[in-house]
């Protein structure tokens, strides 16, 4: 079955960075696009940024561009998110997802405080 695992979360300092992992198993994954998304304390799950499964074109939320760039890896089947000049209000859980496919893992801790 569709499995995701996501890592690499952890709290950092405004401003700091942080590189989120997430391992995919139970599908072919190079025939899938890849989303990031996130989920705030009481507030709803919002995507952060997609990868396309030809040509790795990527999207972003306008809240993190700039700031976030997602990568893949179609041979270890991984996708990345790389976080930069992280703000407090990143602060939430984050979660891989096949895109328009669904499937969710237990998601990864981001906490953005000094």
């Known amino acids: 079955q569709v499995q995701l695992v996501e890592s690499g979360g952890g709290l950092v300092q405004p401003g700091g960075s942080l590189r989120l992992s997430c391992a995919a198993s139970?599908?072919?994954?190079?025939?899938?696009?890849m989303s990031w998304y996130r989920q705030a304390p009481g507030k709803e799950r919002e995507r952060v940024s997609t990868?396309?499964?030809?040509?790795?074109?990527?999207t972003y939320a306008d809240f993190v561009k700039g700031r976030f760039t997602m990568s893949r890896d179609n041979n270890q089947n991984m996708v990345y998110l790389q976080m930069n000049s992280l703000k407090p209000e990143d602060t939430a859980v984050y979660y891989c997802?096949?895109?328009?496919?669904?499937?969710w893992g237990p998601g990864t801790q981001v906490t953005v405080s000094s």
């Open positions: 139970g599908f072919v994954f190079s025939n899938y696009a």
């Open positions: 990868i396309t499964n030809e040509h790795d074109i990527t």
């Open positions: 997802t096949r895109t328009n496919y669904g499937g």
